[in-house]
Every structure is written in structure tokens, then in C-alpha cells.
């Protein structure tokens, strides 16, 4: 399985990204395999609890 995921390095030399289904919901890491092990984490929290306003992106075929 592949997520989307949006991610950029700081001046200080931290990542920060975020799920792009999840944009609203940040999360950093001090290289990009610590950035991603926290996106991980990202997802399974979102995918399998119910978080109330976790605003989500869909797709609606018209």
C-alpha cells in the first residue's frame, strides 16, 4: 500500500509534512525516515479511530 504525502526541509534542517488526505494535520521528523515513521503513525491513527473535525479529502465522480 502507497499514501500521498507532502513533505519539505526547514532552515534548521527538521522535515515537516504532512498525509495529503489529512492536510490540516502536521507532523515533523529530524531526518526524512524519522518524518516518514511519523506519517506512518499518522495514518494508522486516522484510519483506524474516529477522530472528530479530522476534516478529509474525496472524490466525488459526477
Known amino acids: ?11 534548521d534542517g527538521k522535515y515537516l509534512g504532512y ?4 492536510p490540516d494535520y ?6 526524512l525516515e524519522d518524518l516518514e515513521e511519523h506519517i506512518k503513525d499518522l495514518y494508522k491513527e486516522f484510519s483506524v ?5 479530522v ?3 474525496a472524490l ?3
Not at 500500500?1 to 532552515?11: C, V
Not at 498525509?19 to 489529512?22: A, S
Not at 479511530?49 to 473535525?53: C, L
Request: no cysteine.
Open 19 to 22: 498525509l495529503n488526505e489529512y
Open 60 to 62: 466525488l465522480e459526477i
Open 55 to 57: 476534516k478529509k479529502v
Open 1 to 11: 500500500m502507497k499514501i500521498e504525502y507532502t513533505f519539505w526541509q526547514e532552515n
Open 26 to 31: 502536521w507532523t515533523q521528523g529530524e531526518t
Open 49 to 53: 479511530h474516529f477522530i472528530p473535525s
